[in-house]
């Protein structure tokens, strides 16, 4: 039930989860002449389903939202070998790595137009900007992922640190 509601495998756990602790906590509260204990529980559990749409809802559904999605989405239905799955996972990682690294309106419009698949119209008509502006981001937000990634290509030991050092550097220098 929780999966049909909210979608993703994932964030169906995480909410599953969260009504067990839920359900487990509160358990001294339970009174059985209210309701039966599945009754009860199927109440708690549809309880964080609404809490978690509601603060789902709270953030917006922006390309953020999207882009984060589209990383739970990445692997396809026939799981690939373990090996070939670290690899990818390591791209995904520096691939949200240089996401990061992008200027605001880049990472939202290259996220529109490549993870979101919407058309430069559409982008257009979602970020408020002109067409040419729109491009330009595109454009920009690409090459400077491409190189972005390359850098990290020549260091595969990167860790999340390193690259949140490198980041605060990137952030504060000049570009």
């Known amino acids: 039930m929780v999966m ?8 169906a756990e995480d909410v599953l989860q969260e009504a067990l602790i839920a359900i487990w ?3 001294p509260d339970y009174r059985q002449s209210i309701a039966a204990p599945m009754t009860w529980m199927h109440v708690v559990v549809r309880s964080r389903v609404l809490d ?6 709270a953030h917006g559904a922006d390309a953020e939202i999207a882009w984060n999605e589209m990383l739970d989405d990445t692997l396809p239905a026939d799981a690939p ?3 070939e799955q670290v690899l990818l996972w390591q791209n995904i990682h520096q691939l ?6 992008l200027e605001e309106n880049q990472r939202r419009a290259v996220a529109l137009a490549y993870f979101c698949e919407f ?3 559409e982008v257009v008509t979602e970020m408020n900007a002109p067409l040419g502006t ?9 090459e400077k992922l491409r190189n972005e990634m390359q850098a990290l290509e020549g260091s595969p030991s990167m860790t999340s640190s390193a690259a949140a050092s490198r980041h605060g550097r990137r952030a504060n220098g000049p570009e």
């Open 119 to 121: 058309s430069h119209s």
């Open 25 to 27: 906590r509160f358990a």
């Open 96 to 101: 949200d790595i240089c996401m990061r690294e």
């Open 134 to 142: 729109v491009k330009t981001w595109i454009r920009r937000g690409v």
């Open 4 to 11: 049909r509601i909210v979608g993703r495998r994932e964030a």
């Open 81 to 83: 070998e373990p090996s």
């Open 52 to 57: 978690y749409m509601r603060a789902r809802k």
